[in-house]
Protein backbone atom coordinates (compact mmCIF):
# COMPACT_ATOMS: atom_id res chain seq x y z
CA UNK A 1 0.00 0.00 0.00
CA UNK A 2 1.73 3.69 -1.05
CA UNK A 3 0.93 5.83 2.23
CA UNK A 4 1.98 8.93 0.43
CA UNK A 5 -0.99 8.43 -2.08
CA UNK A 6 -3.36 7.57 1.25
CA UNK A 7 -2.01 10.69 3.08
CA UNK A 8 -2.43 12.98 0.33
CA UNK A 9 -6.22 11.41 -0.42
CA UNK A 10 -7.07 11.90 3.02
CA UNK A 11 -5.95 15.25 3.19
CA UNK A 12 -7.77 16.01 -0.13
CA UNK A 13 -11.24 14.48 1.57
CA UNK A 14 -10.23 17.13 4.76
CA UNK A 15 -9.20 20.12 2.37
CA UNK A 16 -12.70 19.47 0.29
CA UNK A 17 -15.01 19.07 3.49
CA UNK A 18 -13.68 22.42 5.28
CA UNK A 19 -14.22 24.26 1.47
CA UNK A 20 -17.66 23.43 0.89
CA UNK A 21 -18.61 23.95 4.48
CA UNK A 22 -16.60 27.06 5.20
CA UNK A 23 -17.27 28.49 1.52
CA UNK A 24 -21.42 27.60 1.93
CA UNK A 25 -21.51 29.74 5.70
CA UNK A 26 -18.63 32.41 4.96
CA UNK A 27 -18.93 32.84 0.85
CA UNK A 28 -21.98 31.83 -0.61
CA UNK A 29 -24.67 32.66 1.67
CA UNK A 30 -23.64 36.13 2.55
CA UNK A 31 -23.59 36.66 -1.15
CA UNK A 32 -27.27 35.20 -1.77
CA UNK A 33 -28.22 37.55 1.19
CA UNK A 34 -26.51 40.47 -0.19
CA UNK A 35 -27.92 40.53 -3.93
CA UNK A 36 -24.56 43.09 -4.94
CA UNK A 37 -23.12 41.75 -8.19
CA UNK A 38 -25.35 38.76 -8.30
CA UNK A 39 -28.27 40.95 -9.25
CA UNK A 40 -26.47 42.94 -12.05
CA UNK A 41 -28.75 43.69 -15.17
CA UNK A 42 -27.44 40.97 -17.37
CA UNK A 43 -29.12 37.82 -16.85
CA UNK A 44 -31.02 36.18 -14.10
CA UNK A 45 -30.09 36.36 -10.96
CA UNK A 46 -31.53 33.23 -9.67
CA UNK A 47 -29.46 31.94 -12.75
CA UNK A 48 -26.36 32.97 -11.42
CA UNK A 49 -27.01 32.08 -7.66
CA UNK A 50 -27.80 28.80 -8.56
CA UNK A 51 -24.78 28.95 -10.87
CA UNK A 52 -22.41 30.40 -7.77
CA UNK A 53 -23.64 27.51 -5.51
CA UNK A 54 -23.01 24.90 -7.74
CA UNK A 55 -19.56 26.10 -9.46
CA UNK A 56 -18.08 26.20 -5.74
CA UNK A 57 -19.29 22.48 -4.60
CA UNK A 58 -17.53 21.56 -7.80
CA UNK A 59 -14.24 22.32 -6.66
CA UNK A 60 -15.20 20.13 -3.82
CA UNK A 61 -16.17 17.01 -5.82
CA UNK A 62 -12.95 17.18 -7.62
CA UNK A 63 -10.76 17.30 -4.63
CA UNK A 64 -13.31 14.04 -3.37
CA UNK A 65 -12.70 12.50 -6.98
CA UNK A 66 -9.22 12.82 -6.54
CA UNK A 67 -8.99 11.66 -2.92
CA UNK A 68 -10.87 8.57 -4.56
CA UNK A 69 -8.50 8.07 -7.20
CA UNK A 70 -5.60 8.43 -4.61
CA UNK A 71 -7.27 5.59 -2.29
CA UNK A 72 -7.58 3.13 -5.49
CA UNK A 73 -3.94 4.04 -6.80
CA UNK A 74 -2.58 3.67 -3.18
CA UNK A 75 -4.01 -0.49 -3.00
CA UNK A 76 -2.61 -1.43 -7.09
CA UNK A 77 0.58 -2.54 -7.63
CA UNK A 78 2.79 0.31 -9.47
CA UNK A 79 2.96 0.69 -13.53
CA UNK A 80 3.96 3.05 -15.47
CA UNK A 81 0.02 4.17 -16.14
CA UNK A 82 -0.53 4.27 -12.55
CA UNK A 83 2.26 6.28 -12.05
CA UNK A 84 1.13 8.36 -14.32
CA UNK A 85 -2.48 8.98 -13.52
CA UNK A 86 -0.65 9.68 -9.90
CA UNK A 87 1.18 12.49 -11.14
CA UNK A 88 -1.31 14.30 -13.28
CA UNK A 89 -3.55 14.42 -10.11
CA UNK A 90 -0.06 15.85 -8.40
CA UNK A 91 0.13 18.37 -10.94
CA UNK A 92 -3.21 19.41 -10.98
CA UNK A 93 -3.03 19.93 -7.12
CA UNK A 94 0.33 21.70 -8.28
CA UNK A 95 -1.38 24.01 -10.58
CA UNK A 96 -4.72 24.40 -7.71
CA UNK A 97 -1.51 25.94 -5.76
CA UNK A 98 -0.11 28.22 -8.30
CA UNK A 99 -3.45 29.63 -9.11
CA UNK A 100 -3.88 31.40 -5.54
CA UNK A 101 -0.46 33.08 -6.27
CA UNK A 102 -1.49 34.33 -10.41
CA UNK A 103 -4.74 35.81 -9.36
CA UNK A 104 -5.17 39.41 -9.79
CA UNK A 105 -6.13 41.75 -6.83
CA UNK A 106 -4.86 38.76 -4.40
CA UNK A 107 -3.49 40.38 -1.63
CA UNK A 108 -0.08 38.61 0.01
CA UNK A 109 -1.98 38.99 3.49
CA UNK A 110 -5.06 36.72 2.14
CA UNK A 111 -2.51 34.01 1.74
CA UNK A 112 -1.80 33.53 5.26
CA UNK A 113 -5.24 33.48 5.90
CA UNK A 114 -6.11 31.11 3.40
CA UNK A 115 -4.08 28.23 4.19
CA UNK A 116 -5.74 26.34 1.17
CA UNK A 117 -2.92 27.31 -0.90
CA UNK A 118 -0.41 25.04 1.46
CA UNK A 119 -2.70 22.38 1.69
CA UNK A 120 -3.00 21.92 -2.13
CA UNK A 121 1.04 22.01 -2.44
CA UNK A 122 1.40 19.69 0.38
CA UNK A 123 -0.85 17.14 -1.42
CA UNK A 124 0.82 16.87 -5.05
CA UNK A 125 4.29 16.97 -2.97
CA UNK A 126 3.08 13.76 -0.76
CA UNK A 127 1.40 12.44 -4.37
CA UNK A 128 4.65 12.89 -6.00
CA UNK A 129 6.84 11.55 -3.34
CA UNK A 130 4.19 8.35 -3.74
CA UNK A 131 5.10 8.09 -7.47
CA UNK A 132 9.04 8.07 -6.75
CA UNK A 133 8.77 4.46 -4.58
Given at each position: MNRWFVLAGAIALIVGA???WIGEKQVIAP???GGGPLGASSG????????LRV?????TL???GAAATLFFLAREPVTHTS???ARIVSLTFAAFTL???VTPGL???YLFRHGGWAAFALIAGLIWWGTLR
Open positions: IHSLLRSSGLKKVLTWHLAAMWTGVLVFRPR
